[in-house]
């Protein structure tokens, strides 16, 4: 029969508020969240109790009168209890924090703890419930989230950028006519240490050797907090047998194995005992069994700390960001910053979902990433999280604005150290290149108009002060920005030379007007190009080919699937290690192999060292 419960928070009328419903074992939360569901009693989040409620999940959801009206036993309390699982009366959630406001926005239920997403890893892959693509890929499970998606186009205006934004306490001064002033602020301050090369600083192990090289995947991190929390969630199964780092190894073996076979459909044909003649499958029996590898899979956990009590559905995953950030590379001079990688989703409910069109698989979550322009490694990503992010978390930067904030935690592994990096035209913000400069990092942002052109940069007067100008003319516009961060000022400038059919622009922090690299060939004769110019050429693809390493014709998210959302992520940056080992192997080792071939060398080495 339907569990009786109490819902309410003391309220005259209907509110916004979160309440609390702690329950005892996930059927009964199930049971509870879809009645509530079918009365269309919004289900905001799941978190857990505390006090005498440590161990029971907590059900959050909305508007008590609507259950009242409905037959559910109602009191002015601070908590909703299942009955029999009564709390002691001191024992109460405090309703007085943002998430529990009257006044609060609308909450979206975190894909890791909504009743519909980690449960459905118990379904049987063989099941036509299994969400199996056919691709490998399973669809995402669906939440409660009620976000409007994000969009990341070239033809949208960045608001940093728009009319409407509060400027008054910036000054930006420029100098008369357009030239430069022969200086490289660059040059001046490093000297002789103005080129260098990449390097991994603490790497002990062979570079000729996959699984060393593999040393990018933070197994430190798993050794000390994954495995010991999976063992955790696992309860009497891993009590008994234990997952150790050699076996979670052959765990990852078999995750890469099977990623090289897109079209094999679910999991358990790799298990099965006859197999297709014509597409044969490895059988991956004999390092593993199926039961035990689901078992891995199923309870992963990837945190140690506790769900915070505030709605954050990120939160199984900035552990493990952090870790991936403690990496031993030395990024070389000049790298590229900012662009995007994908993490491809299509379920628009999914924290962070984001639409970019530009992109060969547009939905998903986007990561803002930088990369080593010589080796092709990522060393730095910020996860997108948009509308989603929890105000409670404070973020470097944010006081910047929204483009110059994720400007500032990206570049976070290279200040102080004089790089160069070239952005594209999604963080044309001047704002943003100032403040690098102020944290010791040099910049070339490439200039698009996206229907307003950046704020505070004369953009417009280049252009048209060019478009008279002869093929090749290069004009530069000096200027200086003070602002609350910046009382003394910080010089930048505008670089634009004169192309065949347009005017190209790019804001600056470093460099001259002087030619630098071979002459581009335009309209039957050479001209040289600005030192800014030939540096974003040279990087500008960075990212773009280590995007296209990891998404080649078989790519680890998509060849294994996993209806989990933040496993998916886990599996994204697996994915992304496995890439920055094949571009060390290649670049250190002096190697030339295929992403492909890497991983197939990789998984057969992992299972066989470990676990054969």
Known sequence: GQAEQEVGCGCESQCSC????PVGGSEMLTNISTTLQSLE???????PGTGSLTGQAVLLCKHPDVARE??????PANVALVKGCEAPPGDRFDLSSPNCCPTAPALSTPASLSSTSDNLEDIDPDSNESGSTGTGLAAPSSTTSSHVEDVDDDTVPLADNLPSTDDSHVKVVYAEGYSHSGFCKRCQELGGEMYKNAGLTSFKGDLNNEVD?????????????VLP???KAGGEIFRRAPVTLPEFKVWLGLVMQMSLYPGAGVRAQFWAQEQDELNPLPMLGRYMSRRRFESIFKHLTIWESPPPLYRDPFFQLREFFAAWHEMMFKPAILVELGDESMC????????GFILCPR?????????????????????????????????????EGAELGAIPGIMVLLTKPIRGTGNVGVWDSGFCVLRGLVNLRKRGIFSAIFVKKRKYWPKNVPCAAMKDHLSSKPLGTVAAKMGEYRGPECPDGIPFWLCGPRDRDYVLQLMCTYGTTEPKGPPVYRGGEFFPRAEPFADYYTARNAVDNANNSRQGCVSIEEGFETRSWWK??????LAMCETNACNAYNHFGGHSVSSREFRKVLAKKLLESCGG
């Open 70 to 75: 409905e037959g559910f036993i109602v009191r």
């Open 41 to 47: 009693i919004e289900v905001v989040a799941l978190v």
């Open 568 to 573: 998916r992520q886990f599996i994204f940056i």
């Open 213 to 225: 090289v593999f040393s990018f995947f933070p197994l430190q991190f798993v050794e000390d907090v």
């Open 18 to 21: 979160s309440l609390f419903a």
């Open 229 to 231: 929390q999976t063992n």
């Open 359 to 395: 992109k060969p698989k547009p939905t998903g979550n986007e990561y803002n990433t930088l990369a080593d322009n010589k080796t092709r490694i990522v060393f730095s990503f910020e996860l997108r999280e948009g509308k989603d992010a929890p105000p409670q978390i404070p973020r």
């Open 344 to 351: 491809f989703c299509s379920n628009p409910k999914c924290p």
